[in-house]
């Protein structure tokens, strides 16, 4: 049986792992192929990163990190923030990154969906998503518009619509981050998840507000995601994935066991 | 040496590198000189089974392939370097492909909107046949697929490993003789993935 995958995500910023509450306050975590190697041996299932840069002020892509952590690490990793063109995606894609995640590059430019998955797949095409919640409207038939730039701008754009765009140009994948529920550790967005999950035919990752094994299953048996994003609950030390997957398995989630 | 067939159907660096970190030596080439003069043979992919069957064409590859297998060098297809190893596939209309392996190649049906096609992730790998490859590896151990299409495996003998996703039980991994393929990527498999390809490249090609 396909098992749900439990997906640390890393922001990287000047080689150091960062966490922010709503996009600020970041404290430093640790260094980022340290804390690869560390969850891929801990169970997890999938990496993702955002925002490798060189430093705060230099912007392209770190992509010295991509090679080390796929040197190191053997599991699918993404790479996410900071893609600016197809070349972009090659270089980190060739440096041994499994997809590349866009997200504010997609709403201002969405041929770039088409021209990637024409390019390197589908597959390695991933939409990533900053939907907030709305006043039902014609405009917003979901309740949910899209933010980009690290929430700070809005779009105009119904989520849903633009997760079933997405999907049609040929994004193999979408990450619904929810702006209301990132870095709470105060449940998932259910609703908003299960929305898109049960109205695309592509897998679906939520991200955004996990903080408890019940806010995973319910991720997963409402929510219906195929995949969820971690980050505080595990870079605190407060649970180990094997803690978290075990938890998961007893309650009848699908789950891979062994690694 | 293990020697990695580029045929333009994807990116190689992961293949490569797993293979490096186990402390394999590498070499990629689309030459079929390099092909024929091999001791293993790696023959990876993604992307589109018609597209693959044009590049094997055109980079003149078909008959080094089949004589590599003939001859008895240990091959190993993942992904549509397993799927084109069949008779034909559904993608594209129709694709011919090389025919060594018996069975054809069929797309996912399913009719829960929930159950997504491409099948993307960590699935079970049911052994049902006894194959060094598998040595020293658990049997329903969890292998990464990513991948529409499976292969549909006419000659039971052939199938080493079964998987179950959307309507369809299909032979993950078949083997014949020194021929071994298997749908799942082991390259982004994690440390059991790892484990196969270190199989693959201590096996001799016999059974």
Redesign the interface.
Known sequence: ?????IIPCLDVMGRKVTKGVKFQNNIELGDPVEMAVAY??GGC?ELVFYDITASAQERPIDIDIVREV??AV???FAVGGGIKNIEDMRQV????A?KVSVNSLAVSNPDIIAKGAKL????CIVLGMDPVKVEKSGKFPSGYEITIQGFRTRTGLDALEWAKRAEGLGA??IVVNSVDADGTQAGFEINLTRLI??NV???VVASGGGGTYQHLIDVFTEG?A??AIIASMIHTGRFTIRQIKDELIAAGIPI???? | MITIIDYKA??L??VK??F??IGQKVKITDEPREILQAEKIVFPG??AAKAAMDNLKSLNLIEPIRKVIADGIPFLGICIGMQVLFEKSEEDGGTECLGILSGSVKKFKSND??C?????????VKMTKRHAIFDGI?DE??F???HSYYPACSDKNNIIGQT??ADAAFASAAGKGNLVAVQFHP????????KLLENFSNWDGKC
């Open positions: 049986m396909l098992t749900k995958r891929s041996d299932d796929a040197k053997h599991i699918p894609l060739w440096a041994g499994e390197f797949g589908s597959q193999g994948e999950a049960e035919g592509i897998p219906k195929d995949a891979r066991q062994k690694w | 994807g990116n660096t992961s590198l797993a490096e970190s993604v992307g909107k929930l997504k096609i491409p099948q993307m992730g960590w699935n079970t658990e151990s969890e990464y697929f990513v179950e996703y390259e982004r498999s994690g440390r059991i993935g790892l």
